[in-house]
């Protein structure tokens, strides 16, 4: 039987947070012993980025040096 992506993504979503966090322990434990490809790399690179939003309006930057 084949799975689809699509079905393990959905299901990883449906776990809680502590859930989640183990399961990112075991996969990085997997990938561990054994060499990755490139391709199998940058998909952990990829899977590991979070994206946290825009920026609030109005946030600058700059520093105040006094």
């Known amino acids: 039987m084949a799975v689809q992506l699509q079905d393990v993504v959905e299901l990883a979503e449906?776990?809680?947070d502590d859930e989640?966090?183990?399961l990112v322990l075991w996969l990085l434990?997997?990938?561990k012993s054994h060499?990755?490809?490139p391709r199998e790399r940058?998909?952990?690179f990829d899977s590991m980025t979070v994206d946290l939003?825009?920026?609030l309006p109005g946030y600058s930057d700059r520093r105040d040096i006094s």
């Open 14 to 16: 449906a776990l809680s």
């Open 42 to 44: 940058l998909a952990v």
């Open 20 to 22: 989640k966090a183990q």
């Open 53 to 55: 939003g825009a920026v």
């Open 29 to 31: 434990d997997r990938i």
């Open 35 to 37: 060499e990755l490809a």
